[in-house]
């Protein structure tokens, strides 16, 4: 199938940490690993990421385990959670095509330095400029850069002008792309954030100018355009990462309110855990290499409205187990005659299939009809009806209780409407357990479930996504809406699952 596949974390497909991690193997190999170990329900080992230590050692072991970097992260330094950092580098290598050579700069690389270092190491050609503004990050990225022997690749410069973001910091010359991961929080927002909400269960090691800017993220990203309107072309592509959706629009305006409309937004993705990116270009005819090229925006001054076609995922905790769900699932696909493709791997299962009419509606109505076409009160499966139904002559229109049938509908079904990624696998390690402790047991086999669809490509016969395509049932709705639709059906039947009673300890 030529289908793209993704794990449960739907991270980057290259991404070599997209999987369950296992800690125990990886502490085998880091011992200093294995004081944080905790041991969980069921033989799982997790690791507690309420210590700052453990994921301090977490973060050297990814590093050294699989790209051989040596590093020292301070205390009370930001610690980077790999897997996320890799996505946003692998992103950038869709966006400049996986260019052999490539010049780039980061903005505030932190005290561990490790976009640069990741880019180093995955492309042996590629040069990195990094700039700080805290001395003592600037001391310790110097010495990570130098512990794994990438000083003539990598050159960090101190920014002691905090109001400044490209602009007087670096020096002239071109530059393939620009990333930043700029503080997420205004000072405001961040004590805001701290008194509404619970602790977590993640602990958040970090400085303050780490976390908090003036302004908080939109402010910064906002004295980065300026200075990408002064650089031009000289950086082909400025890029961001942001941790709120609700930052795109605004900055989208600002970025077409200056006349530059060569923007390119994608959403990162690790677990629960979800950022955005944002990039752009000052030549509006230069080209990128994401699958999604972006949307011109409907109206001078407007945002861009690029066409949805693919959905925020749909998350989903059921009391079953990962195989119990899958079957569930499978048997619900199946009794809405919808076909589907059920791969299993170690550490979880993946459904996909692919969805031509919404086969779903009207199932009780279709097996009336076939009932007293048939003369028979035993109701069949539902497939079995479908089939002879398809196989039955058209029969006149018998007043409001007649059916279309299936072959009436034959060119619409055989036309695909959206594709469909059911991930099924265990809960999080991280997660809480119930506070009940009858059903402690069965809490850690709960199954995590993802859902996420998208349209057909426009090459098919399919209709537009924003235009109204006849459904099997005769009706008339749009492919977004009957994806969303067929997305309420499964994690609603998931939800109304009964809860198994608990097994009674001896």
């Given at each position: ?23 125990a ?78 010049r ?17 190491r ?22 990570n ?24 910091c ?40 780490e ?21 031009g072309?000289?950086i ?8 709120a ?36 270009s000052?030549?509006?005819a ?13 109206q ?6 690029p ?8 998350f ?33 299962t ?21 009932a ?13 009806a ?61 199954a ?13 016969a ?13 009706d ?31």
């Amino acid at each position: 199938s030529d289908r793209p596949f993704f794990t449960r974390r739907r991270m980057h497909p290259r991404n070599v940490l997209g999987g369950q991690l296992d800690f125990a193997a990886l502490s085998r190999s880091h011992p200093a690993l294995g004081a944080f170990l905790v041991h969980r329900a069921g033989g799982r080992t997790g690791l507690d990421f309420s210590s700052p230590d453990a994921q301090r050692e977490l973060c050297c072991a990814l590093l050294q385990q699989y790209f051989q970097l040596a590093v020292v992260i301070p205390p009370g330094h930001l610690i980077p959670t790999v897997p996320q950092r890799l996505n946003y580098i692998h992103w950038l290598e869709d966006l400049l095509g996986m260019p052999e050579r490539a010049r780039g700069i980061d903005i505030g690389v932190g005290a561990v330095c490790i976009y640069p270092l990741l880019a180093a190491r995955l492309h042996p050609a590629w040069t990195m400029l990094g700039t700080e503004v805290d001395p003592a990050s600037v001391a310790s990225a110097r010495a990570n850069v130098a512990a794994n022997g990438l000083e003539d690749r990598i050159d960090i410069i101190h920014n002691p002008d905090r109001s400044k973001v490209l602009v007087g910091c670096i020096p002239p010359g071109c530059y393939d792309f620009c990333m930043c991961n700029p503080p997420f929080f205004a000072a405001s927002q961040r004590a805001d954030r701290t008194a509404r909400r619970p602790a977590p269960p993640t602990v958040l090691a970090a400085t303050a100018s780490e976390l908090v800017a003036e302004g908080g993220e939109v402010a910064f990203i906002f004295r980065l355009i300026a200075d990408s309107v002064e650089l031009g072309s000289s950086i082909s592509w400025y890029t961001t990462m942001l941790g709120a959706k609700a930052s795109l629009r605004p900055l989208q305006a600002e970025l077409l309110r200056r006349g530059i409309h060569n923007i390119v937004t994608g959403e990162l993705i690790q677990g629960r855990t979800h950022r955005w990116v944002l990039g752009w270009s000052a030549d509006s005819a230069r080209q990128n290499g994401l699958v999604d090229s972006p949307a011109q925006p409907a109206q001078p001054g407007q945002p861009a409205q690029p066409a949805q076609k693919r959905a925020r995922p749909a998350f989903a905790t059921t009391w079953m187990s990962p195989e119990a769900a899958t079957d569930f699932i499978v048997k619900t696909l199946q009794d809405s005659a919808i076909a589907s493709e059920c791969v299993r791997l170690h550490d979880e299962t993946v459904v996909s299939g692919t969805v031509s009419a919404p086969t779903w509606r009207n199932r009780r109505r279709r097996r009336r009809e076939l009932a007293r076409a048939q003369d028979v009160t035993v109701k069949p499966s539902l497939p079995a009806a479908l089939a002879a139904i398809r196989d039955t002559p058209t029969q006149p229109d018998s007043g409001k209780d007649s059916v279309p049938s299936i072959a009436e509908n034959e060119s619409v079904r055989l036309a695909p409407l959206f594709t469909f990624t059911i991930n099924v696998g265990p809960r999080d390690a991280d997660g809480e357990c119930d506070s009940d402790e009858a059903h402690a047991s069965l809490d850690a086999h709960r199954a995590s479930v993802e859902l996420r669809w998208e349209l057909a490509s426009h090459a098919s016969a399919g209709p537009p996504e924003d235009q109204p395509c006849a459904a099997a049932g005769g009706d008339t709705t749009t492919p977004v809406s009957l994806a969303q639709e067929f997305s309420s059906l499964i994690m609603g039947a998931l939800g109304r699952a009964p809860i198994p009673a608990p097994v009674a300890s001896g």
